[in-house]
């Protein structure tokens, strides 16, 4: 598989800050810890991948903007691209020593989403995506899964926590879809999550409360493994509003439906 020189980039450096991982995950108890809010932590070790990210794409293409989850968001004089980066996604797993966690690195275009890295550095498990080129996991191509009845799916969710203040209706929706599928799964890392969808692991997934930075490169693997993506509403505000369901263009469609399923008396 031949990746263009944009994507190769991204991948660099998405290695370089899983190897600065990698380092932390052996030695998590020694890290420094400190909380954002309730519940809401952030380690030296996100700090550094950042770090890492933000040197490396920055060498790379000068001028590009970027929104990161720890440095927020910085301009650029490039006026067309930027980088969506989470340098860790699935900071309470790493803390824990659970290997699922994730950095992100999405580039938009013009507003679109053109490339997609999320790499498990754990699993050592790459996933990559370019606009119209496919999405692979290593060098293996990308399908979404096939199955075409509820009840036969495997469907992920984000639990909200604490930090999350409102945790809205999200027990209401855990209800209805538990009532239709074969299985619910938490993995605790939203862009793994939509790479687990992109690869036919899970059938779907819904999650609300997300930014930007946990999802747009999960986004464009769903895409361009075959797979629909919308927001709760149906549209596709997913980046701003925070709020995903995704899976093949059949379980997509009626987990939205099962998701929003208004309160039944029991
Ligand atoms: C979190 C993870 C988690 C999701 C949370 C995110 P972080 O990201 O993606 O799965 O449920 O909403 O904040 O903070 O570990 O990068
Ligand atoms: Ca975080
Ligand atoms: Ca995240
Ligand atoms: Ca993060």
């Known amino acids: 598989m031949a990746r263009s020189a944009i994507l190769n980039v991204m991948v660099q450096a998405a ?42 794409l920055s060498k790379a293409r000068p001028g590009y903007a ?13 006026g067309q691209h930027r980088w969506i980066v989470d340098p860790l996604d699935g900071t ?29 550095p754990a699993m050592d498990e790459l996933y990559t995506a370019e606009r119209g080129g496919g999405a692979f996991m290593n ?6 899964a096939g199955r075409t009845k509820l009840i036969d799916t495997v469907i992920g969710c984000g639990v909200p926590h604490l930090g999350r203040g409102q945790h809205g209706n999200f027990l209401v929706e855990l209800r209805n879809v538990m009532a239709e599928v074969s299985g619910v799964r938490r993995l605790g890392s939203a862009s793994l999550d939509l790479a687990y969808v992109a690869a036919g692991r899970m059938d779907g997934f819904w999650e609300t409360g997300l930014s ?27 980046l ?24 039944t008396p029991r």
């Open 15 to 56: 290695m370089k800050a899983g190897r600065s991982l990698s380092r932390d995950f052996g030695e998590v108890q020694n890290l420094q810890v400190s909380m954002k809010g309730p519940a809401d932590y952030v380690s030296q070790a996100d700090r550094k991948a950042e770090d890492i990210l933000f040197t490396e």
């Open 66 to 78: 970027f929104l990161m989850e720890e440095r927020g968001l910085i301009e650029g004089d490039d």
């Open 92 to 120: 309470t797993n790493f803390l824990h020593g659970i290997p699922l966690f994730a950095i992100s690195i999405a580039l938009e275009r013009q507003g679109q989403i053109v490339a997609g890295v999320v790499y498990n």
């Open 139 to 144: 060098d293996r191509r990308l399908r979404v």
């Open 212 to 238: 930007a930075w946990d999802i747009a490169a999960g986004i464009l693997l769903i895409r361009e493994a075959g797979g629909f993506i919308s927001d709760f509403a149906g549209g596709q505000n997913m």
């Open 240 to 263: 701003d509003g925070g709020s995903i369901v995704a899976g093949n263009e059949i379980i997509q469609r009626a987990l939205l439906k099962t998701v929003r399923k208004p309160v």
